[in-house]
């Protein structure tokens, strides 16, 4: 850590901040400028807070140079991690397009749609049982029921299946119904209570950001789950808030290297919750994909127009598998399959 | 609702917008205009998806007329909610100031801060004994040891405490040692099957802003809350995500006046957590009581420099009380007392 | 026009507001729903002022149903608009990517980027005179000289070129050097005056998207320009402001789709200064193909450690060429060439 | 400057490193850690461009630890400014409101306006004859004939007058004008050709936060004015574009005390154009007074409901003489006057 201490910090000020950084066991580097003191703390800086050094006297500035982040970090574990989904490979050569209804609604619709996720080309399903809605007067998704008929219906066409878990309450449902793949929402990204509990089983868990979340607070979220001992997590990027209204949230592509520079862990995409329209979806999946993305988790629906929420997000069987064409040529133009 | 039909709408597009109008058992206006047609939707368009319209072929843009939102806003509830805590009022003609240290660390150390904090002139007292940190290997709180310091220190001054609750299964830990008020923070705005239990238990709940929470979308979760029956919610300001880097949060002060025209249920800010930095905390402060805010949560160390976190936000006791008298003067300007 | 008038508004309010709207000449439709009543102004709404009605007594809202921008709209001229640079065409099926340094420092400097751009197969090639910088006492580029230099090296490749203008005064000028593509930075997208004066003149102009500007603000900037009488706009998505430290900008690829179905007018792309990092460069550039943008605006320096200013985000000779590659194939794999 | 190696540099990068610092006539302080090995210049390290170091092989990051503010800072200044227009102090004890319409439209406006100012107890005038609108088809303003108007309304009335200035070539007409206090507005405040020239006069300057600049950029937008000898700079928080839908800009309160810190000019507040209704404009101008801002910026209309634009944010003249009133009871209990 360094600290620059104010012009007018007194000598007696400056002992102290040595002195604390001692007490915890570091090292110091003392460099006297021209107009301001810095002292560099050498040694495991992770013992030292922050916030703390800043709140002495005479202190301007505290800043950390190490990253927070350990186990997720690229920095610990140089080659790409591949997460095995019941013999799906996600992270590695090839590209996972996850499709499927943003709401589980009947065991028609999902029978329906899990045949045309095989039919497009895709290893895997999403679908929705319990569904976080804006409004308490919303549709809050089928629940269990849901969750039973998901099973089922992706069972009979050989697709494991990735579906929400919003209260920590459930998470042994989740595991009695052999959820594939836990999916933890934009509004949980720093539900901490609900991130421990999943970094205690042996699921894989696919993390989306938070609303407005940094990429450090979010590869922080992902370090929670590891640090309890899960390290198959998923990085998925949906989009940010931001001050323009023409889509719903806008998707942060730059994520992408980002994320592939600083963790091992596989990166994919929500091109369908990020704008917000079916129409912005093709676009912003190939996007994704040509920005080197690891997957995708889009909305398909039967019949997009009766579909129960997001309808207008969802693309329809037959773009899904136009689109499948279209990302199988930029995958292959950067080296890829799909 | 209001439906604009896009310039190349067919005319059967737009009776099938009528039609699914009607189903809801709506009544219609047609509009048509120079360039586009829009239909009327005319009832209780409570019952009409706009995601649903906006998925229909044809259709441009759907707009809701009416708030989302029925028991927390002031349309449906004219007169100011003043919500009683033990004896003090809160909502009312009285500004009250929440203080106390960010977290519990050491009876002696609640004990000196209760002390300070009614030499203060202060009627509530805050602590967190579950702490969200943005990093797992962080101190998080010391739980239920915490709650039980933080009880008696506090009881022993006559002080009702405020305290936040992170995890639904602690909730009748938090009745068991009787928390007056129940504080969901920032992270957790969204966790509605939190906001959802909360809503069915007797005590006054403050919800803070998420951190990048619109103000409907906090509108929208105090009524998750409300929708369960309990209407003693206290909406807390504590500054948004924005691209300033000078300080930690933008303290979002024209939120006040909006909500106090929006709802008739009180609004509190915390200065402390929006800017970041002890020095701010008095030029907050004074802001939101100046606007409008029924009361203030404002951290408050015995001896910040010893703090376990947030150390540089907390005001010590002699600012607290310095900080007491300004706003004394303030409250009294816009005809209100401290 | 849509008025939505308030649930207390009275009858006589209503007329007001029905009177102003048949003073401009247009008509009106009136539904009176359950909870509130509607007017609906038909007719030429670009006559009336929003913000007039929505300061009438009674009234809640009003909303402008047709977009605000003409001439740049696609809604009136479906085809694509094809720009041609001295023989180069912009906005057709070849995507074009104009690369070249931040800063003109040298003659020599100049003639071994352009020779570079040549071999990398780029035909267009960029290169700042101007530059506008954050602080008075950074380099603010060489000016006329700097013009005279970037003319006469890019001439003897056979290159057109494109620089920023930034004082309106300086117009004359870029004539008479005959710069063939006149930028419009992201710092004077609102300076409508400047915007005023170019679209007098016969060129080619990039029209960068401001800090924060929404993609509404951008396309009136544009038609500011178009109103002037030249309709050769070019616009240049550069990243937004957002609260992300990780990188300078935020690229928003969404905006490329939503301005490909909003404006027949060519869409280009600045990943350098969107990300602000060089390795950030590629997974950028090829994002913005794949979403469909016209073309790039790369920088790229002859030997980038020895660069004047935004050195951190120029790629090397050898880099631009391997992206070159790159791109070739996701434009392929889109249907277009490269 | 402190530059920290990423933790696989070589020992050639490092020296590299060490032999730009000391070339550019600064000493260097090695401190090896335990990961990472960081650097510090010590010298004027304004000389040093940390672009420059963060592009260069095996380095990490570069951190300036000196601002690069100067004649601005409060570093190097510690008094406050307090500047004097015609005998009017702003910046001092004395809290001035400087009111007035968003445009200038009549001479019998005005002069009914400037009737109000002074009845109301306003020393300055404030009115736009060169408007910024969003529209090339919304009217722009009378300009010049509008400066005559106001000057002679004001004139009659003893008033001091502030206004826009947006195009570098009118300067010479506002000084033939004898405009008071010259306003660059928040489009212009990197238009730096603009504020070189503002630099060069004897006038004040309010400089308007850009719409999402940091206060850095600000500070440093300012310091363009300071660098060509004109200090009499006032700058004047508007509020910044944020995700909130509720109203037009987030008045940034916090800025406040931040530039109270870093700088000895003065500060003043515009809550008409922050919020963009008038019903906000009271809640939102106490806010700022109390924070301690040296002043406001408010629109007042003599008959807001006719008002040719903004007329939603204007006071009508009753309204601007409570605030008043309710301002004096704030600017006393912080010790100031009114």
């Known amino acids: 850590m360094i600290i620059v201490m104010s012009p007018d910090s007194t000598e007696s000020q400056v002992e102290t901040v040595i002195r604390k950084i001692k007490e915890a066991g570091l090292e110091v580097n003392i460099s006297r400028g021209v107009e301001r003191t810095v002292l560099g703390a050498i040694g495991d800086e992770r013992r030292l807070d922050q916030e703390l050094f800043e709140s002495l006297p005479g202190v301007e500035q505290a800043m950390h140079i ?25 992270g590695g050569k090839q590209v996972q ?20 996720v095989v039919d497009a080309g895709c290893k895997l399903m999403r679908g929705g049982a319990f569904k976080p809605r804006t409004s308490p007067y919303a549709f809050q998704g089928h629940g269990v029921e849901g969750l039973d008929m998901f099973r089922k219906a992706a069972g009979q066409h050989g697709l494991p299946i990735v579906t929400e878990l919003m209260d920590v309450r459930m998470l042994d449902t989740f595991l009695e119904y052999d959820v594939d793949v836990i999916q933890i929402g934009t509004r949980n990204m720093q539900n901490f209570d609900l991130l421990k509990e999943v970094g205690k089983v042996n699921k894989p868990v696919i993390l989306k950001r938070g609303m407005s979340a940094t990429i450090s607070e979010w590869l922080m979220a992902a370090e929670y789950i590891a640090a309890g001992g899960n390290h198959n997590i998923i990085f998925c990027e949906r989009g940010v808030r931001s001050y323009e209204t023409y889509y719903r949230n806008m998707l942060d592509v730059t994520a992408i290297p980002v994320l592939k520079k600083e963790t091992h862990l596989p990166v994919i995409v929500d091109p369908s919750h990020a704008g917000g329209k079916a129409w912005m979806v093709p676009a912003l999946s190939r996007a994704a994909i040509a920005a080197g993305a690891d997957g995708l988790l889009v909305e398909m629906h039967p019949s997009p127009c009766e579909a129960w929420c997001d309808a207008d997000q969802a693309l329809n069987p037959q773009e899904l598998k136009d689109l499948m064409g279209t990302l199988r040529g930029i995958a292959q133009a950067i080296g890829r399959d799909l």
């Open 66 to 90: 190490v990253k927070p982040y350990k186990i997720v970090a690229r920095e610990w574990h140089k080659e790409d991690t591949v997460i095995d989904i019941k013999g799906v490979k996600l």
């Open 97 to 116: 397009i996850i499709a499927g209804p943003c709401s589980v609604e009947t065991p028609e619709q999902m029978d329906k749609a899990a045949q045309f």
